[in-house]
């Protein structure tokens, strides 16, 4: 399986963003998807994961402000960032896994000015 990311850039305070995870491989719809995120000097932490159902399950700091989603058909997965704050900036990875094996994208680096 192949992740690549992609939407990363220079936002201002209070803007938004939309990330995008092209998976290449087979069988996305059956898998769930996460995007996680590294901060300089930081551990990499969960943002958000979607189940093959839909079922989405976000950290604290990403309720109410961020969105996950996943079109099937284009073996795609979304993060529409809202209201984005300096604490924001990271490099943001996608990730997903088959049995025991984590499978983790490029990453693609989101940077919140203030």
């Known amino acids: 399986v192949q992740l690549v990311e992609s939407g990363g850039g220079l936002v201002q305070l209070g803007g938004s963003r939309r990330l995008f995870c092209i998976a290449f491989g087979r069988d996305f719809s059956i898998y769930a998807m996460g995007w996680y995120r590294q901060a300089p000097e930081k551990q990499r932490e969960l943002v958000a994961t979607?189940?093959?159902?839909?079922?989405?399950i976000y950290a604290n700091s990403a309720k109410g402000r961020f969105t996950i989603s996943r079109d099937n058909a284009k073996n795609t997965v979304y993060l529409q960032m809202n209201s984005l704050k300096p604490e924001d900036t990271a490099v943001y990875y996608c990730?997903?896994?088959?049995?025991?094996?984590?499978?983790w994208g490029q990453g693609t680096q989101v940077t919140v000015s203030s």
């Open positions: 990730k997903t896994a088959r049995g025991t094996d984590n499978y």
């Open positions: 979607i189940t093959s159902g839909g079922r989405t």
